[in-house]
């Protein structure tokens, strides 16, 4: 069993950035950050395999959010810039084994099995 704890969401004024961290138990092949608003599906936005030999990113965030981890110290993290109101969503922090990141399933839900609580991000225009 893997405990995810993520933090370093709040309210920030579009254009602004946020890191935001996620603190894991124990090492994983595959973590991904995915975000949800009410009423909608878990979208992944970022996964990374290993210590960054692959990275993956949505359509929609690339160029804007970067995923990196520190497997010393079991930390993964989101940079996020240029925050726009659309990125408002609760953030949650993901972890899997190697499956998680090949195939295509890197910024899909079901392809994760361990799953934070969420840090709230609002962006205000």
């Known amino acids: 069993q893997v405990q995810l704890v993520e933090s370093g969401g709040g309210s920030v004024q579009a254009g602004g950035s946020l890191r935001l961290s996620c603190a894991a138990s124990?090492?994983?092949?595959?973590m991904g950050w995915f975000r949800q608003t009410p009423g909608k599906e878990r979208e992944g936005v970022a996964a990374?395999?290993?210590?960054?030999?692959?990275?993956y990113y949505a359509d929609s965030v690339k160029g804007r959010f970067t995923i990196f981890r520190d497997n010393a110290k079991n930390m993964l993290y989101l940079q996020i810039a240029n925050l726009k109101p659309e990125d408002t969503a609760m953030y949650y922090c993901?972890?899997?084994?190697?499956?998680?990141?090949?195939?295509?399933?890197?910024?899909?839900?079901?392809?994760?099995?361990?799953w934070g609580q969420g840090t709230q991000v609002t962006v205000s225009s």
């Open positions: 990374i395999y290993l210590g960054g030999e692959r990275t």
């Open positions: 993901a972890a899997g084994g190697p499956t998680s990141c090949s195939g295509g399933n890197y910024l899909k839900a079901p392809a994760f099995g361990y």
């Open positions: 124990a090492y994983t092949y595959c």
